[in-house]
């Protein structure tokens, strides 16, 4: 049975003994003056959002939609309902979502027809096979229960089907679907009940930010002036965005599902059959009634996307319509469904849905705040339903707590920027519709719109050496080379594939000689002013640099959370230089901002991330090859230390450190003079071997020494105590999280960062596997690679104290596979600085 998130039917029973309205509208012909919360859009999200903030004490809460409840893509969805998703915490929404949905009938009194027959995803292909595999592996330490079944199961569970191709299936016994309507006006229903005021009719026409933060709301119904907006308006997301001054690349496209009148193998089922996910047919096929709902996802050639719309604004009056059907689109996707459900060939087609559902360029939604003052999003669901209840409980946990309650960075509405263009977003958009049900591989690249504007000024001469590029944030960086003899081809597997000799060759360059690297996709700011000093000793947690200096830093929420990881050099008294990665550029500076505008600090940003380009010089030899550029380059160059240098005639910011932990520098300058100092590196080092590698080997230099990455092993899922960072926090003085610090430390953490190495000679671990000792999950990895010193695969991992010593034995799931693993001392590389260290002793112990 499934179990239901305890605290839900608490707080309705207990906490809130209210007696709901019975009218489901709020019509009114003007609206209130002034507001906590105004949500501007009454789908499913909207709703939810309002529920979920009143539910928890938020008064003031209104929610204006220019139509009626439901209107746009929420009353025509399917309505499925799942836990599976490829993602980590966005499983944790489905999860809650779906516990939301399971009580919300009896707590408001409004039936929400709510069906949890199971899902059941159908792999046809050995590499299928793979794929699930490589999701359970990662599932294993998450609530929801999943299993693999066999052909066998697969029809015990789905009688109408044709076994002949199904080689295996992926079934979460609770997934189901919904009555999209009904759920909404049951979670609106809820959200008066706790104090919300839901007003229907009301088109907004005008944002404007006030002087004093506030919003200026108008609408048809008259104005309101807000504490905060919300954009939850579905595909008219980029109209309502661009009104407040801000940009949401969002956009509709037509999705399609049929509906069959009764068939009579359905009518001779004992029982509701899951939701089927043929992956090789690209459609879901579900029971409705005694009948069939089929809803197929067109290859990118054939969909159709709402173009008109993002050019020249949605279809004024567009609410509660559709499109004219085309089944012809459909066509091989049907016959799919024919052949693994036979007695849909048979069956008559009693109606077609062809209606707009909202989709942004990487499929995933932008839930969050914008970087401007109390605006924040929660659009681009192209899976709304499932989401609604969850993300509801996840954003207004945000906006009252001042901090998300887990981490969700790869939804946050500042992974895009102005290089997300219109036209990008339309050819990406038409690529992740088109490719819904893609084999989902590790380190998958999708190609269509590259290269945007945020290319590196090597990136040309990078190709020519046989940089095999990937994307992240818009930005092409090289992942690795093709060394000679090979080609850079993009060769995704689920194993050990085309890359892997070639990445161990680029680290043992960089362990024996000196390589390049190109590093300009790090977001950068140049942060200065009266109190650019007092915004960072107190938005984080190591102590500020002295001028000329550079610390690591970590920035905590006030639970003590790691928020992010700043590299700070300080380049005079009241000017520093902060480099973060380059998927929290918005996502930093935003934080930064914020405290600023809370503290009325006198602070100036300037975001350089596309100004700015950056090469990095590793290996023993680097010190060498810089000086082959230029003879005068210091050889007193202490560690974390920045110093100008000019380089081949180009002004540079030298920082003396490198995240592969050898000998290195990471050389900021124009981005415009990349190119030009990238081949003065390349010709002045040929005579000391230098060459290139790419983030690949990277990452496992950075393993080898045991550095933690933000994003894997610190984020918001981890405190500070957790992630073992105490040594980069300065207790002494004041910063944001001290106080959550100081509590944690009382307690006996209940987990702890430690490194494993894995007996695997095919597989390695890319973070997120689970965990196992015996038959007991007991943690999960958080990054991995193969080690080029170890000759096997090396992971960072979460367990209990228990396990912590070194020499346990543990097992890690990879692909259908718990391979033994060791829990190791520490690093299994020295740093270069500590290796230095030992060198200095062991001379002055000979003395």
């Known amino acids: 049975m499934l179990q239901i998130l305890p605290h839900l039917t608490k707080i309705a029973r207990r906490r809130h003994p209210l007696v709901f309205a019975r009218t489901l509208t709020t019509n009114k012909g003007s609206v209130r003056d002034e507001a906590e919360t105004v949500i501007i859009g009454g789908g499913i999200i909207g709703t939810s959002l309002a529920y979920h903030l009143t539910r928890k004490g938020q008064k003031g809460v209104m929610l204006l939609e220019k139509s009626e409840l439901t209107a746009g893509s929420t009353w025509h969805a399917a309505g499925l309902t799942t836990n599976y998703h490829p993602g980590i915490n966005l499983k944790r929404i489905h999860y809650y979502s779906l516990n939301m949905y399971a009580t919300i009938e009896e707590e408001t009194g409004q039936a929400v027809g709510l069906h949890r027959c199971g899902s059941l995803r159908i792999a046809s292909t050995p590499t299928r096979v793979d794929e699930m595999k490589y999701q359970m592996a990662r599932h294993g330490w998450h609530d929801a229960p999943q299993y693999l079944v066999t052909p066998e199961q697969v029809k015990e569970l789905v009688p109408i089907i044709n076994t002949e191709k199904i080689l295996l299936g992926l079934y979460n016994p609770y997934d189901g679907h919904v009555d999209p309507y009904s759920l909404t006006q049951a979670i609106a229903r809820g959200a008066r009940g706790y104090g919300a005021e839901i007003v229907q009719g009301a088109d907004v026409t005008g944002l404007q930010l006030r002087e004093d933060g506030r919003w200026d709301v108008s609408t048809s119904m008259g104005n309101i002036i807000a504490n905060r907006i919300v954009n939850a308006a579905g595909f008219w997301a980029k109209e309502v965005a661009k009104m407040a001054g801000s940009h949401a690349p969002a956009m509709a496209i037509q999705h399609q599902y049929l509906v069959t009148s009764s068939v009579p193998e359905v009518q001779e089922l004992k029982r509701e059959?899951?939701?089927?996910?043929?992956?090789?047919?690209?459609?879901?096929?579900?029971?409705?009634?005694?009948?069939?709902?089929?809803?197929?996802?067109?290859?990118?050639?054939?969909?159709?996307?709402?173009?008109?719309?993002?050019?020249?604004?949605?279809t004024p009056g567009f609410g509660k319509e559709l499109f004219e059907p085309d089944l012809d689109r459909l066509t091989l996707h049907l016959e799919a469904a024919m052949?693994?459900?036979?007695?849909?060939?048979?069956?008559?087609?009693?109606?077609?849905?062809?209606?707009?559902?909202?989709?942004?360029?990487?499929?995933?939604?932008?839930?969050?705040?914008?970087?401007?003052?109390?605006?924040?999003?929660?659009?681009?669901?192209?899976?709304?339903?499932?989401?609604?209840?969850?993300?509801?409980?996840?954003?207004?946990?945000?906006?009252?707590d001042g901090e998300p309650p887990f981490d969700l960075v790869e939804c946050d509405p500042g992974r895009f920027g102005k290089w997300t263009t219109d036209d990008y977003m339309i050819a990406k958009t038409r690529e992740a519709y088109g490719m819904n049900n893609a084999v989902g591989y590790p380190h998958e690249e999708r190609f269509t719109g590259r290269p945007t504007s945020r290319v590196s000024g090597a990136h040309d001469a990078l190709v020519a050496r046989g940089a095999r590029m990937h994307i992240h944030s818009g930005w092409e960086q090289p992942a690795w080379f093709a060394g000679p003899g090979n080609i850079p081809e993009y060769k995704p597997s689920f194993t050990k594939t085309n890359w892997h000799e070639p990445v161990m060759a680029e680290v043992d360059l960089v362990m024996n000689s000196a390589a390049i690297m190109d590093l300009t996709p790090f977001a950068k700011f140049l942060i200065r002013g009266p109190d650019a000093a007092a915004l960072i000793d107190y938005a984080a947690a190591n102590s500020l640099p002295k001028v000329g200096?550079?610390?690591?830093?970590?920035?905590?929420?006030?639970?003590?959370?790691v928020y992010a990881e700043l590299t700070v050099t300080r380049l005079s008294q009241n000017m520093f230089f902060i480099v973060t990665g380059s998927g929290s550029e918005i996502h930093d500076l935003r934080w930064l901002q914020e405290i600023t505008r809370t503290k009325r600090w006198h602070v100036e940003f300037q975001n350089v991330t596309e100004d700015w380009g950056c090469l990095t010089v590793a290996g023993p030899k680097a010190l060498k090859v810089l000086q082959a550029v230029n003879s005068n380059f210091p050889s007193k160059f202490p560690f974390f230390t920045a110093k100008e240098v000019e380089l081949a005639g180009v002004r540079t910011t030298a920082l003396r450190l490198s995240y592969t932990g050898e000998l290195g520098w990471e050389l900021y300058h124009s981005r415009k003079q990349t190119g030009h100092l990238y081949e003065a590196l390349l010709h002045h080092g040929e005579q000391y071997g230098v060459g290139d590698f790419g983030s690949h080997a990277m990452n496992i230099m950075r393993l080898e020494k045991g550095f933690k990455m933000w994003g894997a092993e610190m984020n918001l899922d981890t405190s500070v105590v957790d992630a073992g960072l105490m040594s980069f926090v300065r207790m002494e003085k004041n910063f944001v999280g001290k106080q959550a610090?100081?509590?944690?430390?009382?307690?006996?953490?209940?987990?702890?960062?430690?490194?494993?190495?894995?007996?695997?000679?095919?597989?390695?671990?890319?973070?997120?596997?689970?965990?196992?000792?015996?038959?007991?999950?007991?943690?999960?990895?958080?990054?991995?690679?193969?080690?080029?010193?170890?000759?096997?695969p090396l992971a960072?991992?979460?367990?209990?104290?228990?396990?912590?010593?070194?020499?346990?034995?543990?097992?890690?799931?990879?692909?259908?596979?718990?391979?033994?693993?060791?829990?190791?001392?520490?690093?299994?590389?020295l740093t270069h600085p500590a290796r230095m260290a030992i060198a200095r002793k062991k001379k002055a112990a000979a003395q």
């Open 273 to 314: 059959i899951p939701v089927l996910r043929d992956l090789e047919g690209s459609y879901y096929l579900r029971q409705e009634r005694d009948g069939l709902l089929i809803g197929p996802y067109e290859a990118k050639e054939n969909m159709q996307l709402c173009s008109d719309w993002v050019h020249n604004g949605v």
């Open 339 to 400: 052949e693994m459900v036979p007695c849909f060939a048979t069956a008559s087609i009693q109606s077609v849905v062809n209606g707009p559902i909202t989709y942004t360029p990487d499929l995933l939604p932008i839930v969050g705040p914008d970087t401007i003052p109390n605006l924040w999003q929660a659009v681009g669901f192209g899976y709304g339903i499932v989401h609604g209840g969850g993300i509801g409980e996840f954003l207004s946990t945000w906006i009252l």
């Open 549 to 561: 200096r550079t610390v690591i830093t970590h920035v905590l929420t006030p639970q003590g959370r």
């Open 741 to 792: 610090v100081q509590e944690l430390l009382k307690k006996r953490p209940n987990r702890h960062c430690v490194m494993i190495a894995i007996d695997s000679p095919d597989v390695e671990p890319l973070g997120n596997e689970t965990i196992w000792i015996g038959n007991k999950v007991v943690g999960n990895t958080t990054s991995g690679c193969f080690s080029h010193h170890l000759g096997q």
């Open 796 to 829: 960072f991992a979460y367990v209990p104290p228990l396990y912590t010593t070194p020499g346990t034995s543990i097992q890690v799931e990879l692909l259908g596979e718990h391979r033994p693993a060791r829990v190791l001392e520490g690093p299994p590389v």
